[in-house]
């Protein structure tokens, strides 16, 4: 019986589709089209989101592409599948799709259209007209524009987004009802299906991002302190170059007032924290403080900040950095190969290898993983797509993990833009011991194959590498590397595209990651997903810092001194009534804990006792360990990550109750404290007085001369004391646990 209906059915369909072709089109009756017309409506409706039939296996039986990234599948979908079961052009409003969408039939998605709704007309149009894929003639989408692209609102005022959608042909349509909205901070800007924004009852600002058919345009939002500022607030500050003139033009647009700058000592302690991960001695701390008269305040810092730059713990601090990126499990590619991974990053540091030269080689690295430490990033990611994937963040700050199942949601990046991406990794060859964890001991050779492809996983199409956007000059290389007999290597044009000047993306992922690190925050959060709808907190900033670094020869160490000599550098961590707010316009410094080496380092210098790292040579410091494998409680309990995570392996920054309590009952630091080699016991037993005493502890400490009222009291405990060495260690003990020791204020 089944049977006969079910043909009765598609012969009835077919009928009135042959019925529908020969018939005359009215002008209420135009061509419907798939793409255009019907899609728009699937997506604005959530049909093809990640919660309903856009998942990877769809809902009970019906699978759309998500967000509508392939029409193809999508009209298939709809219209043939489950043999065309979903819609019936002999009767367009009994069709499953519309009974299903109206909650007229049992639907787990609820009512998502109304009957004789605008959209629900447009559907029982193109079900009628047999459900076409195209029209003749159809135009393409190209684009979407806003009429208005910035917003400054009062608290609590309503503005509407107007979306519209341009064609190949030059014709637009209003598609504000169809698109699809998101705030990124909803306690700052609410916005609602109809693109109503609605700002909050306190100042700040976000981006609301307008997305139509994989088309996305943003638009930025600000409402800013209802009682302005005097011009004069800003016209008095000191300014020391681009960074401070653009972030004092945002905050008196903003009506914030920066926080006042810090005291020498803050300033002194930040800079050797950020700078080379290491507290000042007591000597250099007494040395800048008791500075000659001689030297401006100005002068001194700038002296400071090339001191530092030169030390030798500088590479050892930044190389950390990139070692939590790019650093792979021991016992995935074997302890020699990381070991040489990390030996070569550190390196670079120390021959002040500038950036672009050192991205080239790790992107190109060739030979032994014996030898050629960089060659070990291609021993640990084994097939292009992983490789594509960690090169796009990392060097990029473009995220196309997305874009390999589908189209990016929130970007541009498409599925054949990252096989195509993925295409240059596709000729790395490796000879020699292949994996095998636990133990992979071997070595691997790494050399550029004359064979390897990618495939489009959907079309089949075999992948031309090619640039996520436009290239130029790559014909040099080719020529060279034809005239050699090698064959070309596709990573030698994909990083002469990287690090070109044109390649703004570049330059702008390593500025915003230095920028975060030394700040609290990166103009762009996360540090490494500059997109679209990921707007910067301050676009002019990064761009001038960008092409200042590539003006520079993508020189760290001027971008490091760029940074750290500006006045923005210099604001203090206390809050003022009119930034308490504000955590995205540096009107302040951000304070965050210090880093776990760099904190474990600090204990030692404080005590002046040395740790015993596993494999690690005596007196190694903590920002020196060259692989998380080495045990250490105090590192794992501080934050150190873990290599069994995906790199970039990501740190808590926040603290924690176990952080505090393990400063404060570690048996480890306690024996550290008490040790007869110690400062303690050095300072108990000298014959320095009780105000001596206390200034050591606190120059240490905190790179500070104690208050008068910190000394008086200190003082006093120790004058007291009939065994001075116990009352030291417990002010040690006490300090060491401060926020002051562990917070970078």
Same mark, same amino acid.
């Given at each position: 019986?089944?049977?006969?209906?079910?043909?009765?059915?598609?012969?009835?369909?077919?009928?009135?589709?042959?019925?529908?072709?020969?018939?005359?089109?009215?002008?209420?009756?135009?061509?419907?089209?798939?793409?255009?017309?019907?899609?728009?409506?699937?997506?604005?409706?959530?049909?093809?989101?990640?919660?309903?039939?856009?998942?990877?296996?769809?809902?009970?039986?019906?699978?759309?592409?998500?967000?509508?990234?392939?029409?193809?599948?999508?009209?298939?979908?709809?219209?043939?599948?489950?043999?065309?079961?979903?819609?019936?052009?002999?009767?367009?409003?009994?069709?499953?799709?519309?009974?299903?969408?109206?909650?007229?039939?049992?639907?787990?998605?609820?009512?998502?259209?109304?009957?004789?709704?605008?959209?629900?007309?447009?559907?029982?149009?193109?079900?009628?007209?047999?459900?076409?894929?195209?029209?003749?003639?159809?135009?393409?989408?190209?684009?979407?524009?806003?009429?208005?692209?910035?917003?400054?609102?009062?608290?609590?005022?309503?503005?509407?987004?107007?979306?519209?959608?341009?064609?190949?042909?030059?014709?637009?349509?209003?598609?504000?009802?169809?698109?699809?909205?998101?705030?990124?901070?909803?306690?700052?800007?609410?916005?609602?299906?109809?693109?109503?924004?609605?700002?909050?009852?306190?100042?700040?600002?976000?981006?609301?991002?307008?997305?139509?058919?994989?088309?996305?345009?943003?638009?930025?939002?600000?409402?800013?302190?209802?009682?302005?500022?005097?011009?004069?607030?800003?016209?008095?500050?000191?300014?020391?170059?681009?960074?401070?003139?653009?972030?004092?033009?945002?905050?008196?647009?903003?009506?914030?007032?920066?926080?006042?700058?810090?005291?020498?000592?803050?300033?002194?302690?930040?800079?050797?924290?950020?700078?080379?991960?290491?507290?000042?001695?007591?000597?250099?701390?007494?040395?800048?403080?008791?500075?000659?008269?001689?030297?401006?305040?100005?002068?001194?810092?700038?002296?400071?900040?090339?001191?530092?730059?030169?030390?030798?713990?500088?590479?050892?601090?930044?190389?950390?950095?990139?070692?939590?990126?790019?650093?792979?499990?021991?016992?995935?590619?074997?302890?020699?190969?990381?070991?040489?991974?990390?030996?070569?990053?550190?390196?670079?540091?120390?021959?002040?290898?500038?950036?672009?030269?050192?991205?080239?080689?790790?992107?190109?690295?060739?030979?032994?993983?014996?030898?050629?430490?960089?060659?070990?990033?291609?021993?640990?990611?084994?097939?292009?797509?992983?490789?594509?994937?960690?090169?796009?963040?990392?060097?990029?700050?473009?995220?196309?993990?997305?874009?390999?199942?589908?189209?990016?949601?929130?970007?541009?990046?498409?599925?054949?833009?990252?096989?195509?991406?993925?295409?240059?990794?596709?000729?790395?060859?490796?000879?020699?011991?292949?994996?095998?964890?636990?133990?992979?001991?071997?070595?691997?050779?790494?050399?550029?194959?004359?064979?390897?492809?990618?495939?489009?996983?959907?079309?089949?199409?075999?992948?031309?590498?090619?640039?996520?956007?436009?290239?130029?000059?790559?014909?040099?290389?080719?020529?060279?590397?034809?005239?050699?007999?090698?064959?070309?290597?596709?990573?030698?044009?994909?990083?002469?595209?990287?690090?070109?000047?044109?390649?703004?993306?570049?330059?702008?992922?390593?500025?915003?990651?230095?920028?975060?690190?030394?700040?609290?925050?990166?103009?762009?959060?996360?540090?490494?997903?500059?997109?679209?709808?990921?707007?910067?907190?301050?676009?002019?900033?990064?761009?001038?810092?960008?092409?200042?670094?590539?003006?520079?020869?993508?020189?760290?160490?001027?971008?490091?001194?760029?940074?750290?000599?500006?006045?923005?550098?210099?604001?203090?961590?206390?809050?003022?009534?009119?930034?308490?707010?504000? *955590?995205?316009?540096?009107?302040?410094?951000?304070?965050?804990?210090?880093?776990?080496?760099?904190?474990?380092?600090?204990?030692?210098?404080?005590?002046?006792?040395?740790?015993?790292?596993?494999?690690?040579?005596?007196?190694?410091?903590?920002?020196?360990?060259?692989?998380?494998?080495?045990?250490?409680?105090?590192?794992?309990?501080?934050?150190?990550?873990?290599?069994?995570?995906?790199?970039?392996?990501?740190?808590?920054?926040?603290?924690?109750?176990?952080?505090?309590?393990?400063?404060?009952?570690?048996?480890?630091?306690?024996? *550290?404290?008490?040790?007869?080699?110690?400062?303690?016991?050095?300072?108990?037993?000298?014959?320095?007085?009780?105000?001596?005493?206390?200034?050591?502890?606190?120059?240490?400490?905190?790179?500070?001369?104690?208050?008068?009222?910190?000394?008086?009291?200190?003082?006093?405990?120790?004058?007291?004391?009939?065994?001075?060495?116990?009352?030291?260690?417990?002010?040690?003990?006490?300090?060491?646990?401060?926020?002051?020791?562990?917070?970078?204020?």
């Amino acid at each position: 019986m089944h049977t006969i209906l079910r043909h009765c059915r598609n012969f009835i369909w077919l009928a009135c589709s042959i019925a529908t072709a020969c018939a005359p089109t009215f002008a209420d009756d135009a061509p419907v089209s798939f793409e255009l017309d019907i899609q728009p409506i699937l997506t604005a409706h959530g049909c093809n989101s990640g919660a309903c039939h856009g998942k990877q296996r769809g809902q009970n039986g019906f699978q759309l592409s998500l967000l509508g990234f392939d029409p193809e599948f999508d009209h298939a979908a709809v219209s043939r599948d489950a043999r065309g079961r979903r819609i019936f052009p002999a009767s367009p409003e009994n069709s499953l799709l519309l009974v299903k969408a109206t909650a007229e039939s049992p639907h787990g998605g609820g009512r998502k259209i109304e009957r004789n709704s605008e959209d629900y007309q447009m559907l029982t149009r193109w079900i009628r007209q047999g459900a076409p894929r195209r029209v003749e003639g159809e135009p393409t989408l190209e684009r979407v524009t806003l009429d208005r692209d910035s917003f400054s609102l009062t608290p609590s005022e309503t503005q509407s987004l107007r979306v519209t959608a341009h064609y190949s042909d030059d014709s637009t349509r209003d598609v504000t009802r169809l698109a699809t909205y998101l705030s990124n901070d909803d306690a700052v800007v609410s916005v609602d299906s109809g693109g109503v924004i609605q700002a909050g009852s306190l100042p700040g600002e976000t981006a609301v991002m307008a997305r139509y058919m994989n088309h996305i345009e943003v638009a930025n939002v600000v409402i800013p302190q209802t009682e302005p500022l005097p011009a004069a607030v800003f016209e008095s500050l000191p300014r020391n170059g681009f960074i401070d003139e653009l972030v004092y033009e945002k905050l008196q647009t903003l009506g914030i007032e920066p926080s006042p700058p810090v005291d020498d000592h803050v300033f002194l302690r930040r800079v050797s924290l950020d700078l080379i991960g290491r507290l000042p001695t007591v000597e250099e701390a007494r040395a800048f403080l008791d500075g000659s008269e001689s030297e401006t305040p100005a002068e001194r810092r700038a002296k400071l900040v090339d001191q530092l730059l030169e030390r030798p713990e500088f590479a050892d601090h930044w190389a950390v950095f990139w070692a939590d990126l790019l650093r792979p499990n021991p016992y995935r590619v074997g302890i020699k190969a990381v070991m040489n991974y990390d030996n070569w990053i550190r390196q670079q540091f120390r021959d002040e290898v500038p950036y672009d030269t050192f991205v080239r080689q790790l992107v190109t690295a060739k030979g032994s993983t014996w030898q050629n430490g960089a060659a070990t990033l291609y021993r640990d990611r084994r097939s292009p797509d992983e490789v594509a994937t960690m090169v796009s963040q990392l060097f990029l700050g473009i995220r196309l993990d997305c874009a390999k199942c589908h189209h990016h949601p929130f970007e541009r990046w498409s599925q054949q833009d990252f096989y195509q991406f993925a295409a240059y990794f596709a000729k790395v060859g490796r000879k020699g011991t292949g994996l095998s964890p636990p133990i992979s001991g071997g070595e691997e050779v790494v050399y550029t194959s004359s064979k390897g492809s990618v495939s489009h996983p959907l079309t089949g199409e075999t992948m031309t590498p090619t640039p996520l956007f436009e290239i130029t000059d790559l014909e040099n290389i080719e020529a060279k590397q034809a005239s050699s007999g090698e064959p070309i290597d596709p990573r030698e044009q994909l990083a002469q595209w990287m690090t070109s000047t044109d390649n703004d993306f570049f330059a702008k992922v390593h500025v915003n990651r230095t920028w975060g690190i030394l700040m609290g925050r990166g103009l762009v959060e996360p540090v490494d997903d500059l997109r679209t709808t990921n707007p910067a907190t301050n676009p002019t900033l990064l761009a001038e810092l960008a092409k200042e670094f590539q003006q520079s020869g993508y020189d760290f160490k001027q971008l490091l001194k760029t940074i750290t000599l500006s006045q923005v550098y210099l604001h203090g961590s206390d809050p003022t009534p009119s930034n308490v707010s504000d *955590r995205l316009n540096y009107s302040r410094h951000y304070r965050r804990r210090l880093r776990a080496e760099v904190l474990a380092d600090a204990v030692a210098d404080v005590t002046q006792t040395t740790e015993s790292f596993q494999a690690m040579p005596p007196d190694s410091r903590a920002n020196q360990v060259w692989t998380t494998r080495v045990d250490s409680i105090f590192l794992d309990t501080f934050g150190r990550p873990n290599e069994n995570q995906d790199p970039p392996c990501e740190r808590t920054p926040d603290s924690t109750v176990t952080q505090a309590l393990h400063l404060m009952n570690s048996q480890q630091l306690d024996k *550290r404290i008490r040790s007869d080699s110690g400062r303690v016991a050095s300072l108990a037993a000298s014959e320095k007085s009780p105000e001596q005493i206390v200034d050591e502890l606190y120059l240490a400490t905190f790179t500070r001369y104690p208050t008068t009222e910190e000394r008086v009291y200190a003082v006093d405990l120790i004058t007291a004391a009939t065994d001075r060495r116990s009352v030291i260690e417990d002010l040690m003990w006490a300090m060491l646990n401060a926020p002051e020791f562990s917070i970078l204020n």
